[in-house]
């Protein structure tokens, strides 16, 4: 009994559906103050975020006649289910997640997939011109990323030995230096991870000023705010994955390992709101040109580099 | 003002009836007196094909009393403008498009359409400019005698006075 | 049409679009195959309306064409009024004129940058460029009043004196302008995104831009040195040297490079302006009538060729007023430019022109608490009336 009700304040309270959703309001306000200051403007308050949300949740949630109600409504849900579920696989502190056991790095890169996957569906179901062009792109985009993610991901697994999170945490947190190896995949993961976010220079999916926002066209209301919540999360669990990856240092003391998780997981959003405020937005077409030529080798490289190094020292 | 000159002189001397008629008023413009349909035709075609006046800036319309004048604007390389006149009967306006030569004009020609109620013959296929939808037929704004007191901007229709009683209150 | 065909509706309204046009975009996957091309939603009469009023009036009238190069076509106006009378403007009215049309060149290509950047998904520059055009719109506000109608102009010269501390205010702004456009020009010369998103894009080769007549900055993208103030020169370009800016990509990355580099140019004509600027009246008297005779004027607006044709009749009101702005030009070969490209070059294209497709409708609306009213022509003129009463001057008088 007592069992369970860890499991439900892990699930629920921490570091569960609460304290993702409080994070990523976080996230989300860093993210846009930073980006604000960037470009010399004064960026908007610390609760404009939960304001946003609150505000889309008191509204009129319009569905299109052409739509199907079914999928135009639970697309949301899924894709915030989806994204909470792949949280719990990830350790934030320490080097245990909630949930663990071996192959979850797979069921967390399958669990990444469905909030793209449900933003198609989404816009395809709304039968709108913009949302078909917007979920056309993401299919066509989400082509593009997910080879050099898997890669990436799956590189450092490979000297780690083993494919779960929390074990390839607590191997690079018992031997820190191997994590310098990775770095290139690192790069690659970052950038394919913007990409998976649809931020800019990425953003074509949503581009505002060609197909209005995309696949989400249509939503509204009570809907939207749990797409926009979905997005924000699945931030939150894409900077948690990489920090537990590529960043697994510790010290040992759990409330010194709690506040390192949030100096890493702001450093990360850094460099991704620098990418996202320095360059323009990428032509479709050309996204898929960049990911197959330049970040699929780089990825494959690091593979083969890997798969080397644990033959020639036997770690 | 030499080449001005040398223009006038070309036109001239390919087009007697142009003697008198062409005009240089000063530097870089040149007029002309209201051609007629045949006229206007062989010498824009002149114009445009021989003379390199490469690009029509647009035409102009205007009101006449009893006709409708048509003021095709033309310039060359050195932005020399010939300004070729043209003048239509306000019963039955009717002139040739010369979208053909120029197909920069067309934009220009379907606002003759729309404001003067010149009927263009072969004007491309296109939506109707600069008029809204729903326009009432027969009404074009820049005639003099339209007057924009008389229209009804809730019923979309043009309804001048009347009766003689209307007219005087007027 | 076939089934891999669908068509997407750019407009009337779209995030894009900053006025209203329409562009049926027939796309095959994210392929242009056709382009159906609308405009006309912001007809506003004024050129009827021209013909009712005087011809100073007309002068507020012809000022609101459009909201950014407000003064071009009022400059274009006074001009044909002016030579249609015969009367010759003080060379320091003339000087200052050039002033405010080169800031105006600098607030409307600054602005222009921000809208092409946003367009391509480049947040950062679009909120950058825009900084730094409040700032030229600052030295316009302090020196005419207000933002984009500045009212300079008046028939027979302009209404406001550079005095002192505005010309301290010019001086000081075109100093931190210039490095901030130095940076700009850095950035779109190096930056590979806005390269790759720019070069190659919209493509009107030299033949072309001839062929559809196209003016100003998009001409000149394409090698063709078109300038009125070198073809044609008016006013104070008489005497001052202008440097026609050329570029042969011929495409939106041409455009992009010949209206950065014509920032630095209208900084350097401003500081000779300044330098070289003669003393003496600002205004001559014109009169009310003005005798027949029809006049076409040309003025290089920000966006190219800006012509204006006006007959008058010898009364106080004109006959016939006819404003071709630039974009009326370049609007012809937009179908040629959009065709064959994709989806994504789209906006960047149309944004490509600087179109302006008109301003909004003219009816002022005075927010208080409670209620909301709108005001037509009478009320205002008795607000506008009653408001110089308490400042002394009596206007009701006078016959509108």
């Known amino acids: ?121 989404a816009g395809w179901y709304s039968r709108g011109v913009y949302a078909t062009i917007g979920a056309t792109r993401i299919l ?28 390839i945490t607590a191997f690079y947190a018992a031997h820190p230096l ?90 990360i959003l850094v460099f991704l709101t620098l990418m996202r405020a320095s360059m323009a937005r990428v032509v479709i077409n050309r996204v898929i040109t960049f990911f197959w030529t330049f970040l699929s080798p780089v990825a494959l490289g690091q593979i083969i580099l890997n798969l080397l190094l644990r033959g020639v020292l036997h770690i | 003002m030499k080449h001005e000159e040398h223009i006038v002189k070309t036109l001239c001397s390919r087009f007697p009836f142009l003697e008198n008629r062409v005009y240089i008023q000063k530097e870089k413009r040149i007029f002309t007196n209201p051609l007629s349909a045949d006229e206007f035709k062989e010498v824009i075609r002149y114009a445009h094909n021989e003379m390199d006046f ?12 009893n006709t409708l004048g048509l003021l095709y604007i033309l310039a060359n390389q050195e932005e020399i403008l010939l300004a070729l006149r043209k003048s239509v ?43 809204p939808d729903g326009w009432p037929k027969g009404n074009y704004p820049m005639r003099k005698d339209w007057n924009p007191k008389y229209f009804n901007k809730s019923t979309m229709q043009y309804e001048p006075p009347q009766t003689k009683e209307e007219i005087k209150n007027e | 049409m076939n089934d891999n065909q669908i068509v997407l509706p750019i407009g009337p309204q779209h995030p894009s679009l900053d006025e209203p046009g329409s562009f049926h975009i027939t796309l095959e996957g994210e392929k242009v195959i056709n382009a159906v091309i609308g405009v006309g939603y912001n007809h506003r009469g ?112 302009v209404r406001r004196d550079l005095d002192e501390t505005i010309l301290e205010l010019i001086v000081k702004t075109l100093d931190t302008l210039e490095e901030e456009i130095k940076l700009f020009i850095d950035i779109a010369m190096t930056e590979t995104t806005l390269i790759n998103r720019l070069k190659g894009v919209g493509k009107l080769s030299r033949e072309d831009a001839i062929h559809y007549g196209a003016v100003g900055p998009v001409a000149r993208a394409a090698g063709i040195a078109h300038d009125m103030r070198v073809y044609e020169p008016y006013g104070a370009y008489r005497e001052i040297p202008v440097n026609v800016i050329t570029d042969t990509h011929a495409d939106v990355y041409g455009r992009t490079l010949v209206r950065m580099l014509e920032t630095q ?31 076409i004027v040309r003025v290089e607006a920000p966006r190219g060729e800006d012509v204006h044709y006006l007959r008058s009749n010898g009364t106080d009101i004109l ?69 110089y009463k308490k400042q002394g001057i009596d206007f009701a008088a006078c016959k509108l």
């Open chain 3, 265 to 295: 140019e209208s900084i350097r004509i401003i500081r000779h302006c300044l330098k070289s600027i003669p003393d003496g009246d600002i205004t001559m008297k014109v009169p009310r009538r003005i005798p027949a005779g029809e006049v």
């Open chain 2, 54 to 65: 490469y690009r029509s800036t647009h035409v102009v319309g205007t009101d006449d009393g």
């Open chain 1, 178 to 267: 191997y994590t310098l190896i990775n770095l290139p995949c690192a790069l690659t993961a970052l950038i394919a991870f913007q990409c998976k976010l649809e931020r800019a220079p990425f953003d074509s999916p949503e581009a505002e000023t060609e197909v209005v926002s995309g696949a989400l066209v249509e939503y509204s209301g009570r809907l939207l705010a749990f797409f926009n919540m979905a997005h924000s999360c699945e931030l939150v669990l894409v900077v948690s994955l990489f920090a537990a990856i590529y960043l697994p240092f510790m010290t040992g003391i759990i409330w010194l390992d709690f506040l390192l998780y949030f100096v890493k997981t702001l450093f």
């Open chain 2, 89 to 131: 009967p306000k019963e039955n306006p009717v002139v040739q498009s010369i979208s053909d030569l120029y197909p920069s004009i067309v934009l220009h020609e379907r606002e003759l359409v729309d404001l003067f109620g010149v009927v263009v013959i072969g004007l491309p296929e296109g939506p109707a400019y600069p008029l």
């Open chain 3, 46 to 157: 004024l050129e009827k309306a021209c013909e009712s009023k005087n011809y100073i009036q007309n002068l507020y009238i012809i000022e609101r064409v459009c909201g950014i190069c407000s003064h071009a076509h009022s400059t274009a106006y006074c001009m044909a009024v002016e030579e249609l009378a015969g009367v010759t403007v003080p060379p320091r009215a003339e000087y200052i004129r050039v002033i405010v049309a080169e800031l105006e060149r600098l607030h409307s290509h600054l602005l222009w940058l921000g809208v092409a950047c946003h367009e391509i998904g480049f947040d950062t520059m679009f909120m950058y460029s825009w900084r730094d055009r409040e700032k030229v719109l600052d030295v316009l506000a302090a020196f005419g009043g207000n933002r984009v109608n500045y009212g300079v102009n008046t028939l027979g010269g």
């Open chain 1, 140 to 167: 066509t985009q989400m082509f593009a990323y997910e080879v050099p993610l898997f890669i990436s991901l799956l590189a450092p697994a490979l000297i780690a030995d083993t494919w779960s999170v929390s074990e």
């Open chain 1, 1 to 121: 009994m007592l069992l369970f009700l860890e499991y439900i304040f892990k699930i629920f309270i921490f570091p569960g559906v609460l304290f993702l959703s409080v994070y990523s309001f976080v996230l989300e306000f860093t993210d846009r103050k930073l980006y604000a200051r960037m470009q010399s403007r004064v960026g908007p308050p610390w609760y404009q975020p939960l304001a946003d949300f609150l505000k889309l949740i008191g509204k009129n949630v319009i569905i299109p006649a052409d739509a199907n109600r079914f999928f135009f409504s639970i697309m949301p849900f899924v894709s915030l289910a989806a994204v909470t579920a792949g949280f719990m696989y990830v350790p934030l502190f320490g080097t245990s997640a909630v949930f663990s056991f071996r192959g979850d790095l797979i069921i967390v890169l399958y669990f990444l997939a469905i909030p793209p996957l449900a933003g198609f569906l």
């Open chain 3, 319 to 387: 006959d016939r007023i006819r404003v071709r702005a630039p974009t009326e030009a370049n609007w012809h070969g937009m179908k040629h430019m959009l065709e064959g490209g994709y989806l994504a070059d789209v906006p960047i294209t149309i944004a490509a022109i600087d179109p302006c497709y008109s301003c909004t409708d003219r009816a002022i609306v005075v927010r208080s608490q409670e209620n909301t009213n709108v005001m037509d022509w009478k009320q205002l003129r008795h607000m506008s009336v009653d408001y």
